[in-house]
Nanobody, 120 residues
Framework: QVQLVESGGGLVQPGGSLRLSCAAS????????MGWYRQAPGKQRELVAA???????NYADSVKGRFTISRDNAKNTVYLQMNSLKPEDTAVYYC??????????????WGQGTQVTVSS
């Protein structure tokens, strides 16, 4: 089994910064990609940022230039540095990992979610 443990959510002022962390643990052969999604009330869950094992990154247009995703492969941990936060960034943020287990099967795991609130 695999667990994703998230931390770093909270309440911030517009223009402020926040750093999210997500650590994957358990029976993992390899992690192909990790990323962050978010879901605001009444909206679909959307990709915020993702990073592959090779370091390639993708960002939603709405956060490009403000958010930075990074990864520590030795710790199976992904980070999301969020700067210049806006009220529209308010959402529950979910960590996601695409990995292969020792059984050679592909798995898609999700964290519990952490609330990010940007007050106006």
């Amino acid at each position: 089994q695999v667990q994703l443990v998230e931390s770093g959510g909270g309440l911030v002022q517009p223009g402020g910064s926040l750093r999210l962390s997500c650590a994957a643990s358990g029976s993992i052969f390899s992690i192909n990609a990790m990323g962050w999604y978010r879901q605001a009330p009444g909206k679909q869950r959307e990709l915020v940022a993702a990073i592959t094992s090779g370091g390639s990154t993708n960002y939603a247009d709405s956060v490009k230039g403000r958010f930075t995703i990074s990864r520590d492969n030795a710790k199976n941990t992904v980070y999301l540095q969020m700067n210049s936060l806006k009220p529209e960034d308010t959402a529950v943020y979910y960590c996601n990992a695409l990995l292969m287990g020792w059984d050679s099967r592909k798995y898609d795991y999700w964290g519990q979610g952490t609330q990010v609130t940007v007050s106006s």
